[in-house]
């Protein structure tokens, strides 16, 4: 048995349950939603923050040792590239330093562009800071996610940013090379800022292979903001944190600028001593991390399809997240939903909530025990039977 395989019993302080009813109505869900892993955080993590509190005088801290070695370390080891630590910033979370970035580097007027389905702070972040919203929506084929070239183009020159999910949310997919390069490129014509969200890099599944966005094309020298952070693979959502990585030396220099003159990004001595520890001592849990997410999405995928034949996954290859697709079973989103939780009393994230492309989908969240994965397949199966949706098959 896997150490994965343990259930552990969560207090009504996690939102994933202490938010079911406000989400769904009801606590009569299994609870799928919010994009935290209902596995243990790794235990040279908590020894870490147990050092760090433990402390009888938690004042005013410097910089906990060797943060910025261990994310130079973890590049080298992981993806084999050579950090400069000049090029790393100590960011108090991922969303809130993305609209950071946009109030610094942009101004109040000036249009942002934005894939569609996405992670749902993005159009969020953009309205809030009185930037105007430009989306260009993905093409869904043969269970993936394509750009529509023509379209981010001609969009992307209206624009001053790009805001970029990499590896994508909510489709998980891995971005190949040629994407990522054409990308780049693009913007770079069209001077456009790429803030690369990269939160979920570390969850992506062999043998796919994920490209850090600053990698790409250094000749030339594009103007990139790379955001990643240990909350998704090494399951620390509740203390926050995050890592900002910048080659080009301008844009570096203002933006690092602003966050240190604002006091944006002041030291916080349990989130950058969790980074540490995540990626100097814990190599050997994320691999058995991604094993058993391999075997959970093989099991989905599995079922999904000799059960649920109207329903189909969009899954790129990383996280823990699978959009469902389903457009086939002729249910409007607010029937859908019902379907979900009344019928099948599953609490799934629903996909109008990512934009435009994510009508009749549903995001699963699947970092979880195979027995509780097993009984959400099954209450599907119940539900979708029950319902007559079988006689479409």
Same mark, same amino acid.
Not at 257 to 267: G, I, K, Q, R, V
Not at 286 to 310: D, G
Not at 346 to 362: A, V
């Given at each position: 048995?896997?150490?994965?395989?343990?259930?552990?019993?969560?207090?009504?302080?996690?939102?994933?349950?202490?938010?079911?009813?406000?989400?769904f109505?009801?606590?009569?869900?299994?609870?799928?939603?919010?994009a935290?892993?209902?596995?243990?955080?790794?235990?040279?993590?908590?020894?870490?923050?147990?050092?760090?509190?433990?402390?009888?005088?938690?004042?005013?801290?410097?910089?906990?040792?060797?943060?910025?070695?261990?994310?130079?370390g973890?590049?080298?080891?992981?993806?084999?590239?050579?950090?400069?630590?000049?090029w790393?910033?100590?960011?108090?979370?991922?969303?809130?330093?993305?609209?950071?970035?946009?109030?610094?580097?942009?101004?109040?007027? +000036?249009?942002?562009?934005?894939?569609?389905?996405?992670?749902?702070?993005?159009?969020?972040?953009?309205?809030?800071?009185?930037?105007?919203?430009?989306?260009?929506?993905?093409?869904?084929?043969?269970?993936?996610?394509?750009? +529509?070239?023509?379209?981010?183009?001609?969009?992307?020159?209206?624009?001053?940013?790009?805001?970029?999910?990499?590896?994508?949310?909510?489709?998980?997919?891995v971005?190949?090379?040629?994407?990522?390069?054409?990308?780049?490129?693009?913007?770079?014509?069209?001077?456009?800022?790429?803030?690369?969200?990269?939160?979920?890099?570390?969850?992506?599944?062999?043998?796919?292979?994920?490209?850090?966005?600053?990698?790409?094309?250094?000749?030339?020298?594009?103007?990139?903001?790379?955001?990643?952070?240990?909350?998704?693979?090494?399951?620390?959502p509740?203390?926050?944190?995050?890592?900002?990585?910048?080659?080009?030396?301008?844009?570096?220099?203002?933006?690092?600028?602003?966050?240190?003159?604002?006091?944006?990004?002041?030291?916080?001595?349990?989130?950058?001593?969790?980074?540490?520890?995540?990626?100097? +001592?814990?190599?050997?849990?994320?691999?058995?991390?991604?094993?058993?997410?391999?075997?959970?999405?093989?099991?989905?995928?599995?079922?999904?399809?000799?059960?649920?034949?109207?329903?189909?996954m969009?899954?790129?290859?990383?996280?823990?997240?699978?959009?469902?697709?389903?457009?086939?079973?002729?249910?409007?989103?607010?029937?859908?939903?019902?379907?979900?939780?009344?019928?099948a009393?599953?609490?799934?994230?629903?996909?109008?909530?990512?934009?435009?492309?994510?009508?009749?989908?549903?995001?699963?969240?699947?970092?979880?025990?195979?027995?509780?994965?097993?009984?959400?397949?099954?209450?599907?199966?119940?539900?979708?039977?029950?319902?007559?949706?079988?006689?479409?098959?």
């Amino acid at each position: 048995m896997s150490g994965f395989d343990r259930v552990i019993t969560r207090d009504r302080r996690s939102r994933k349950y202490g938010q079911l009813k406000a989400m769904f109505g009801t606590e009569d869900v299994l609870p799928m939603w919010i994009a935290d892993m209902e596995f243990t955080t790794p235990e040279p993590i908590l020894n870490t923050l147990r050092e760090v509190v433990s402390q009888p005088v938690q004042g005013y801290n410097m910089e906990h040792p060797q943060w910025r070695q261990s994310v130079c370390g973890w590049y080298k080891k992981r993806y084999d590239i050579s950090i400069d630590e000049a090029w790393l910033h100590f960011v108090p979370g991922v969303i809130k330093t993305i609209v950071l970035s946009i109030m610094a580097l942009t101004e109040k007027g +000036d249009n942002i562009l934005t894939c569609t389905p996405i992670y749902d702070p993005y159009p969020n972040l953009v309205k809030t800071s009185g930037r105007n919203l430009v989306q260009t929506r993905l093409v869904e084929k043969n269970g993936i996610y394509e750009l +529509d070239w023509h379209d981010f183009r001609e969009k992307l020159k209206t624009c001053k940013m790009f805001l970029f999910s990499s590896p994508h949310n909510p489709g998980g997919i891995v971005w190949d090379r040629a994407t990522l390069e054409e990308i780049n490129r693009c913007c770079h014509e069209a001077d456009v800022i790429v803030v690369s969200d990269e939160v979920h890099c570390d969850l992506t599944l062999p043998p796919e292979q994920h490209i850090p966005f600053f990698t790409l094309n250094a000749s030339l020298n594009s103007k990139s903001i790379v955001f990643t952070s240990i909350s998704k693979a090494f399951n620390t959502p509740a203390i926050q944190g995050g890592i900002a990585l910048i080659k080009n030396d301008a844009l570096r220099n203002k933006f690092y600028h602003f966050l240190d003159n604002c006091y944006l990004a002041e030291t916080n001595s349990i989130q950058q001593a969790a980074i540490y520890s995540a990626y100097t +001592d814990c190599d050997n849990w994320i691999e058995k991390l991604l094993t058993y997410l391999s075997a959970n999405v093989a099991y989905v995928k599995q079922e999904i399809e000799k059960n649920c034949p109207l329903i189909s996954m969009i899954y790129g290859g990383a996280s823990y997240l699978v959009f469902l697709n389903a457009q086939k079973m002729g249910l409007n989103d607010e029937q859908l939903m019902s379907f979900f939780v009344h019928n099948a009393k599953l609490g799934l994230s629903p996909g109008i909530q990512y934009g435009p492309g994510g009508e009749g989908h549903m995001r699963l969240n699947i970092a979880c025990p195979r027995s509780q994965l097993a009984e959400s397949m099954k209450r599907l199966k119940v539900a979708y039977e029950s319902c007559g949706f079988l006689l479409h098959k």
